[in-house]
């Protein structure tokens, strides 16, 4: 069956500008994950989704990065006034709900973004 | 503060030999444990978890963990190497109470060699 998926695979903005990023997670999975993994470092987490509501943005480093999820679906990362230091490639993962956080998450390929 | 450590940044074994990738913790309560590998040009992708029961869990590929609740350890194991397991290991800690960040370590890489 289809996997996460993930568009961009690749993204070039110059600092300033603003950029989104999309997410369509496997079909019934209700818990959706972005990351940011920066070279030689693991996925740092950003946000987590229960459905449609944000359940956790602790992990979003500032008020430039937004992320919503309208429909419980596909969900799209938004960065404001890009910065160099938000160069890194930003995953998106999806999961079942079950028990706590015990299900395995299923990782899209990634986008990269590159701040110029 | 809740932590993740790999301490090796890369491992080497030769093909055939036992192969162990190191994972300690640092996080409060019981979280569930997981290891996933990332192979190039490909997305990271779940090896095995331990959620409670029996501390050795078997996972995918041949893969084995041990978990050790008084060492908070959490070490990727496999009796027996292949060039193909060369890859980006990564462990990763969920809590089981209390918000909703999953902690990944920094990785580690094993090379196998033939």
């Known amino acids: 069956g289809a996997g996460v998926s993930q568009t961009p695979s690749n993204k070039v903005t110059e600092k300033g500008k603003y950029v989104e990023l999309r997410c369509d997670p496997i079909?019934?999975?209700?818990?959706l994950y972005w990351y940011r993994q920066s070279l030689g470092q693991g996925p740092e987490f950003l946000i987590y989704?229960?459905?449609?509501?944000?359940?956790?943005d602790s992990g979003l480093p500032n008020d430039r990065f937004f992320a919503v999820r309208p429909e419980g679906s596909v969900s799209t990362l938004k960065i404001q006034r890009t910065e160099r230091g938000d160069s890194a490639v930003y995953l998106c993962?999806?999961?079942?709900?079950?028990?706590?956080?015990?299900?395995?998450?299923?990782f899209g390929p990634g986008t990269r973004l590159t701040v110029l | 503060a809740q932590s993740v450590a790999q301490p090796e940044d890369q491992v080497n074994v030769a093909e055939g030999n036992p192969l162990t990738v190191k994972c300690t913790y640092s996080?409060?309560?019981?979280?569930?444990l997981f290891w996933y590998v990332q192979y190039p040009n490909r997305g990271l992708q779940f090896l095995l978890k331990?959620?409670?029961?029996?501390?050795l869990v078997k996972g995918s590929y041949g893969f084995e963990a041990e978990f050790n609740k008084s060492q908070t350890s959490f070490h990727l194991k496999k009796p027996s190497a292949l060039v193909s397991d060369s890859a980006l290991y990564f462990c990763?800690?969920?809590?089981?109470?209390?918000?909703?960040?999953?902690?990944f370590g920094a990785g580690t890489r094993l090379f196998v060699k033939a």
């Open positions: 079909s019934g999975h209700t818990a």
């Open positions: 990763a800690v969920s809590p089981n109470t209390g918000g909703f960040k999953t902690i």
């Open positions: 331990y959620i409670t029961g029996d501390n």
């Open positions: 989704f229960q459905g449609t509501g944000a359940a956790d």
């Open positions: 996080v409060s309560g019981n979280p569930y």
């Open positions: 993962a999806s999961s079942l709900k079950g028990q706590g956080f015990s299900n395995e998450q299923f």
